[in-house]
């Protein structure tokens, strides 16, 4: 199918829905779980945040990954991680983490304050099978390493991915990955127009996380704590006004199968029994320290 000069038009609204994890950690799912496939190659969104202690105080002990990358992105409040490689990171207001858990990693993220607000995203981004079982890495990316762009009627911070916003290139910090993904946080500083560029048969997506936002040329409204889910094509319009917050994310579709349990995400149940019988075997990372 020929989409370009095509208008991405909203293909399915989701509402953030309540959840709890790790150890009873209040959050907000935006979108994971079943049928996965149209999300391609994102599995989940998750918006964390409180200014209530007990909702966020459990954190997520240990646990372990394989199959994908989780980025982690946080807004207010502070966040420990640490792995079974021996990384510890604090994770301050404005950082990210991006880890590739790839053919395992067994981590703890755990809150670093006893009040106060927290508040910010981990998204799920999944590995082609052939790069599922390759070595975990961590990336631990200070804030005043995100570049930011200031275009007319917006500021950006540059997460991942090479798009352009109103004919701007906008270069996030991490590039080069298969899935090519783009992660944009744009915070909307009057009505004017954003026309995104995403190559047309990615996958794209946009969460309203303040305010509200019309889509498209036809200007399907959205308010806070809704996900877009867009239909093909080369041209994302974008109109809020100045209290709106929204996260772009943009990626290349992997087209695999796509198998999730729990924290592993693979291409078979085979691979997901064996990396249970993995972690059970305390094999699925070379030393289990975390
Ligand atoms: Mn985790």
New binding site residues.
Partial sequence: MNTANTDRRVEEVLLARAASDGDGVQLKRVFGGNNLERFDPFLMLDEFGSDKAADYIGG?PS?P?RGFE?VTYMLEGLMEHRDHMGNVGLLQPGDVQW?KAGSG?I???MPKQEEGHMRGF?LWVNLPAAEKMTPATYNDIAADRIPGYTVAGAQIKAIAGELAINGTPVKGVVTGLSTDPGYLDIALTDDSELHVSVPENYTALVYIYEGNLTIGSGGFPLSKGHLARLSRGDKLVLKGSADTRVLVITGKPIGEPIVHYG?FVMNSPEQIHQAINDYNAGTLVASTSA
Avoid: A, I, L
């Fill in positions: 997520f646990h990954h989780t880890m990693v981590h703890s993220e981990q924290p």
